[in-house]
């Protein structure tokens, strides 16, 4: 194996290492480091950035209901649907089960509103598993902007989870994205 062989099996290997084997999106590895190194920029440069935390309603029920072959399809599709939405630079990942996260470049609270409207507007469509039967999902999610207070991965994390835990509590057509 020659050196270039070498270098490029390690980047696949590491490329494996940080995807979701299901969806084909990143992992919570890729998330992780994504979002550590998003900060250390903003507090580098002052620069905002956001971060949303999502969960899926009614996911068990399509486990429950379907099995978990339709689970996996809703994952999938959910994460197709996700990734048309998100521009090239910011990070989608599943975070795990039916939890999903993403770090928006260059984007303020404004800008993480608007397209956590349309992750919302997308996942209200129904899903139409392999058998032809259309299944309903929805989304909540949570929204942390970048501010000087900020000094970890968590405080970022732990701030989009409090929004999102919030938007759970609340009836999904009440759901409060602003």
């Known amino acids: 194996m020659t050196a270039l062989q070498a270098r490029r099996r390690a980047m696949d290997l590491q490329n494996l290492a940080m995807t979701d084997h299901l969806t084909g999106i990143g992992n919570r590895a890729r998330f992780d ?96 598993l392999s058998g032809g039967e259309p299944v309903a999902v929805g989304v909540s999610v949570g929204i942390a902007e970048y501010s000087d207070d900020v000094a970890m991965p968590a405080t970022m994390l732990a701030r989009a989870d409090q929004e999102l835990y919030q938007a759970k509590q609340q009836a999904p057509s009440r759901r409060r994205l602003a």
């Open 33 to 128: 480091r994504a979002l550590t190194a998003e900060l250390k920029h903003s507090m580098r440069t002052g620069e905002v950035f956001t971060l949303l935390t999502m969960d899926l309603d009614g996911f068990k029920d399509v486990n429950d209901t379907h099995g978990h072959q339709a689970g996996d399809e809703v994952l999938y599709e959910v994460a197709r649907r996700l990734s048309a939405l998100v521009r090239e630079g910011d990070v989608l990942a599943r975070l795990g089960g039916d939890e999903f996260g993403i770090v928006v470049r260059h984007g303020n609270r404004a800008a993480a509103a608007s397209l956590a409207q349309r992750i919302v507007a997308s996942l209200r469509q129904p899903v139409k």
